[in-house]
């Protein structure tokens, strides 16, 4: 926990962890709008941030937080909102321009069933690529899936640091069943989590050029009001931030929005691998079905003697096509269960070139994966 100076074992539920981690991770500013299954998020938040230092703000809807949070973080401050599918739905337009002006800020969308209102209390998984894809136009971003509550925290820190690093939005997924189980974990002192700020101008404000490229692709990042010029739009724009119409400027722009995240894969991709060394059959899962098919995996070695392993994604995109694709060529047979009908193992279905059988188990209705349903598909 923030300013705790020695460990503490803590009952925490996965919403109070991710609220836990974004404080850890420096977040000072929230801003969101209370909605199943994240509103504990907001709850712990605007208790948590005044005791240090920080802002909370409850929006009139989620446009509007959305917008708030890319505000706090061009004046310097790291920002973060939480919400689930609908809320989502209505960050997009704002979320696509954090993507084009590079405003690094943290997105948690804690995933429930349906679309539309759906299934407000209930779990599901089918914000995959909403996520991915959600706002219009080609645009980089990283998103990022949690399976435990120890997870909430030590991911939501991970998100913070690949956000600020990179200059991107991080949508961070959870879902009902991991955001509201509670279990006991120790978080690390605080001088001992790994905290990743964006980088400064080294430049006196007149020498300062706002988008101007480097060796990493990320542009240095000043604070509205250090008296830095910055030109913020959610046009094309050249290295100044003013709009462009010139095809060179704008493909050397648009490259560049993408290859910072490209280049940098092996930072980025995050997998767990689990009985994976000997395994002939793979689950590939994410999320609360990931802690599923760790038990079925071992139900499967124990009571069969199936040869079974598990690869937990954490970074679904950049989609972390290496792990996947040494799972694919060692096994013969690949499961790939979801809470949607199907989205991940489009994407597991894509890298695979060995012919590998790549079967899906999907459930729409509402309802968790349990261990005992991806068991009867691992001994079929």
């Given amino acids: 926990m923030t300013g705790v100076s020695k460990k503490k074992r803590l009952l925490l539920q996965g919403n109070e962890a991710i609220a836990e981690g974004a404080l850890a991770a420096g977040c000072r500013f929230f801003a969101g709008y209370p909605i199943t299954p994240a509103s504990e998020i907001s709850e712990v938040l605007s208790a948590r941030l005044p ?45 696509g321009f954090a993507c084009i002006t590079e405003i690094p800020c943290v997105v948690v969308n804690v995933m429930r069933g349906g679309c539309s209102t759906g299934l407000p209390t209930s779990p599901g ?34 998100a913070f640091n690949l956000s600020e690093e990179f ?19 120790t978080l690390p002192q605080a001088h001992k989590v790994e905290i990743i700020d964006r980088t400064s101008p080294s430049v006196p404000p ?15 990042m000043a604070a509205f009001g250090e008296g830095y010029r910055h030109h913020v739009t959610g046009l094309v724009h050249d290295m100044r931030g003013f709009p462009t119409q010139r095809p060179d400027e704008i493909k050397e722009f648009m490259n560049r929005l993408f290859h910072k995240i490209s280049n940098a894969i092996k930072r980025i991709q995050m997998v767990k691998t689990y009985m994976m060394d000997d395994a002939d059959v793979a689950v590939i899962a994410y999320g609360s079905v990931a802690r599923s098919a760790r038990r079925a995996v071992m139900d499967a070695r124990d009571r069969r003697g199936v040869k079974a392993g598990l690869l937990q994604l954490i970074s679904l995109f950049p989609f972390p096509q290496h792990p996947v694709e040494d799972a694919l060529r060692r096994c013969r047979r690949v499961l790939v269960p979801e809470m949607n009908m199907g989205q991940i193992v489009r994407e597991v279905k894509q890298v695979n070139q060995w012919a590998v059988r790549v079967e899906k188990y999907n459930r729409i209705d509402g309802q968790f994966i349990t261990p005992d349903e991806i068991y009867s598909q691992l001994i079929k």
Wanted: aromatic share 8%; net charge negative; with cysteine.
């Fill in 51 to 95: 005791q240090v230092g920080g802002t909370f703000i409850q929006m009139e809807d989620e446009i509007s937080s959305m917008g708030a949070i890319i505000g706090a973080s061009i004046a310097g401050v790291k920002s973060m909102t939480a919400t689930s599918g609908p809320g989502f739905s209505l960050m997009q337009e704002n979320l």
């Fill in 125 to 158: 998984q089918g914000d995959v690529m909403q996520a991915r894809w959600g706002t219009h136009g080609d645009h980089p971003i990283i998103v990022l899936a949690v399976s435990t509550v120890y997870d909430c925290f030590d991911i939501t820190v991970h």
């Fill in 167 to 185: 200059r991107v939005p991080v949508v961070l997924l959870s879902d009902e069943v991991v955001s509201h189980t509670r279990e006991t974990v």
């Fill in 206 to 220: 007149e020498w300062y050029i706002p988008y101007e490229s480097n060796s990493r692709g990320v542009p240095d």
